[in-house]
């Protein structure tokens, strides 16, 4: 697994203060994206939570999250949540260390009080004695937040800082990418009330408890509750490691309802499913892997997205015109751009794989962020892509109708059939996940080279010679 050193930098360590008007959350920020270009330290609101103890624990689970490992937990990771200004709301967003539990905090208009919300995407510091701090934050504490240096601050930001030097895995980049992907073709699946939901989320095992389960289960909604099933029952939810969602325990006090999404499921295979607790004036949603051992960075629901040359100019169009927005329209940027509806979602799944755009479940629509980190590793140190790529160069691609024939290094040739646009392949990738977790290299490889056929942008091999 490739690994780098990811160098976040800070003016100071995120502290809670007490004031005369009641406490202070300076939530400190690091380089990140603006409109006005990258900036060292951004600074996105200031102003008061009207919710401040609903506010602090959601950003805690986040923070949980950020700092927890599912699976291999004797492993640590230590990565910082993602904040973005979208104008009018506040998203703090973490991915666990072992890339399979995203988690998001959506904290809208009505939980902001008194300040205007900037745009742009950077990391927040949430320090462990900030943690602490926040713990204790009572229900009726005054809590004035700021994200981003404060008012000196900004006048010195040439002296010393606070800085952080954390391990930054590629899966975990194309995490954030599948996981995004992922939820777009989610949808409600059921909804309960408080009571009903506290109650549920309580059953759940914790990790390392006795007799807690760490496979998948699945549940059926009935009514305004969910009941177990042994098996993928019609209408049947997919909850994959269950202990994966004790950070929603944070919140359970203050839930005023749970949401669940999913996909339609048409087989006996895990899934990936959302989460979402809604709080007053927030959201707190955590979106799983189909396994606990199975991060969302081996999906592949990206790799269509990336082979394409059309998609890679559609997305270059569109990310002018994303303009930081909380929910993004795609008729809206169809008229816009001039592009059908479908080039522009298949733009935007591109963007997505580079962390540019992010998908809410509860609007069902995407949001502009730029991640921190240099997200173009998503794209070239993604294994399967790199091979196919390097099989269309080598020239080991034949196709004869809606048959392809893959050579590998070996001399061993797989056949790759084509059926109204759904490719399967003679493999053992494809034997083992039926193109449940994206397309392997060699219907990868087959479907650069057919839609370069089609289009004349690249020198391909038919059958009877060269073309």
């Not at 999250?65 to 640590?76: F, I, K, M, N, P």
């Not at 910082?80 to 991915?95: I, Q």
């Not at 904290?107 to 926040?134: C, F, K, S, W, Y």
């Amino acid at each position: 697994m490739t690994r780098s050193l990811q160098a976040v930098a800070y003016t100071r360590s995120s502290t809670l203060e007490s004031a005369p008007d009641g406490r202070r959350l300076g939530l400190e920020t690091s380089r990140g994206a603006t409109p006005r270009g990258v900036e060292d330290h951004p600074r996105f609101f200031a102003g008061f939570l009207t919710s401040p103890q609903v506010a602090s624990a959601g950003l805690l689970a986040v923070a949980d999250v950020a700092g927890a490992r599912y699976y291999q937990q004797q492993l640590r990771s230590s990565l910082d949540p993602v904040v973005t200004g979208n104008g009018d709301r506040l998203r703090f967003e973490s991915f666990s260390g072992c890339g399979g539990v995203y988690a998001r905090l959506d904290v809208l208009a009505a939980g902001l009080d008194g300040g205007e919300v900037g745009h742009g995407t950077t990391n927040v510091d949430v320090n462990n004695p900030l943690r602490e701090a926040l713990s204790r934050i009572g229900s009726d504490d005054p809590l004035h937040l700021r994200v981003g240096p404060d008012e000196l601050a900004v006048t010195t930001l040439d002296g010393p800082v606070v800085e952080k030097k954390v391990p930054l895995p590629d899966r975990w980049l194309r995490g954030f990418a599948e996981a995004q992907v992922t939820a777009a073709g989610f949808d409600l699946r059921a909804e309960l009330p408080a009571a009903e939901a506290v109650r549920f989320l309580r059953s759940l095992p914790r990790a390392g408890t006795r007799g807690s389960s760490r496979g998948v289960r699945w549940v059926v909604p009935a009514g305004n509750v969910l009941r177990p099933t042994t098996r993928p029952v019609p209408g049947a939810i997919c909850l994959p490691g269950p202990e994966r969602l004790v950070a929603l325990q944070r919140v359970l006090r203050q839930a005023s309802a749970l949401r669940v999404y999913g996909p339609a499921l048409t087989g006996s295979a895990a899934a990936a499913s959302a989460w979402e607790v809604v709080l007053p004036g927030m959201r707190l949603t955590l979106t799983l892997s189909p396994e606990a051992s199975r991060g969302f960075s081996g999906e592949g629901g990206v790799l269509d997205a990336l082979a394409t040359d059309e998609a890679a100019g559609d997305a270059e169009l569109i990310s002018v015109l994303l303009a930081w927005e909380p929910r993004i329209d795609v008729g809206d940027l169809a008229t816009a751009s001039g592009l059908p509806a479908e080039r522009v979602r298949a733009a935007l799944v591109r963007l997505g794989t580079s962390g540019r755009v992010g998908y809410d479940t509860a609007e069902a629509a995407y949001f502009h962020r730029e991640l921190p980190y240099d997200a173009e590793r998503v794209e070239r140190h993604n294994p399967r892509l790199r091979a196919a790529r390097d099989l269309v160069g080598a020239g080991a691609v034949v196709l004869d109708g809606n048959l392809g024939t893959v050579t590998a290094q070996d001399g061993h040739a797989h056949r790759v059939r084509d059926d109204a646009g759904v490719l399967s392949c003679s493999c053992l990738w494809w034997a083992k996940y039926r193109g449940g977790r994206g397309p392997c290299k060699h219907a990868l490889a087959v479907r650069m080279v057919r839609r370069g056929a089609v289009s004349g942008q690249a020198e391909v091999l038919v059958e009877g010679g060269a073309r």
